[in-house]
T-cell receptor
Framework: KAGVTQTPRYLIKTRGQQVTLSCSPISGHRSVSWYQQTPGQGLQFLFEYFSETQRNKGNFPGRFSGRQFSNSRSEMNVSTLELGDSALYLC???????????FGPGTRLLVL | GDSVTQMEGPVTLSEEAFLTINCTYTATGYPSLFWYVQYPGEGLQLLLKATKADDKGSNKGFEATYRKETTSFHLEKGSVQVSDSAVYFCALSVRNGYSGGGADGLTFGKGTHLIIQP
């Protein structure tokens, strides 16, 4: 069974731009969570989607948003990029909320 | 709020040495506990988990026991290999009552960089 896939794997943007990252969960998994990983702050929870609805949200500004489609694929968007948004963005999926999360390889975003 | 504390390292050991990585937590309710491993340039892989007190998770020679009385979930391995070199994250999730149950996002420790020398 294929694992969680994330696209693109690497991305370079400039300040003020916006970016959209994509995550395809494991087949049969309907819950998708997003995390930001930085050297300074470590791994931080962004948000979780289940059945196209946002269930939980971490402590991030409104520039960070997401959505989930009917096929469970999810996208996250960051608008008005700042240098501090440079990070590895990880997506994780579960069959339903509360089950063990399985992670994708991540998208590494560099903001110049 | 919920939090996880673990030694950050780097921890450097020789091959075949005994490994312990300490992890303690603070949580409301009754958390599930996890160890994830991250190899260079990759995402996180689930190493082991425990969902209630006194449970022992184990995988690939690694073990950790959920100790409620000491709020700990220390990772151990009897004989490490060079291939175990990676960053190890302790994490917890707490089941909430929102939307009929299910956990909030994972809360992670800062990660422990483990280096095994031949």
């Amino acid at each position: 069974k294929a694992g969680v896939t994330q696209t693109p794997r690497y991305l370079i943007k400039t300040r003020g731009q916006q970016v959209t990252l994509s995550c395809s969960p494991i087949s049969g998994h309907r819950s998708v969570s997003w995390y930001q990983q930085t050297p300074g702050q470590g791994l931080q929870f962004l948000f979780e989607y289940f059945s196209e609805t946002q269930r939980n949200k971490g402590n991030f500004p409104g520039r960070f948003s997401g959505r989930q489609f009917s096929n469970s694929r999810s996208e996250m968007n960051v608008s008005t990029l700042e240098l501090g948004d440079s990070a590895l963005y990880l997506c994780a999926s579960t069959r339903t909320p509360g089950e063990t999360q399985y992670f994708g390889p991540g998208t590494r975003l560099l903001v110049l | 709020g919920d939090s996880v504390t673990q030694m950050e390292g780097p921890v450097t050991l020789s091959e075949e040495a005994f490994l312990t990585i300490n992890c303690t937590y603070t949580a409301t309710g009754y958390p599930s506990l996890f160890w994830y491993v991250q190899y260079p340039g990759e995402g996180l892989q689930l190493l082991l988990k425990a969902t209630k007190a006194d449970d022992k998770g184990s995988n690939k020679g690694f073990e950790a026991t959920y100790r409620k009385e000491t709020t700990s979930f220390h990772l151990e391995k009897g004989s490490v290999q060079v291939s175990d070199s990676a960053v190890y994250f302790c994490a917890l999730s707490v089941r909430n009552g929102y939307s009929g149950g299910g956990a909030d996002g994972l809360t992670f420790g800062k990660g422990t960089h483990l280096i095994i020398q031949p």
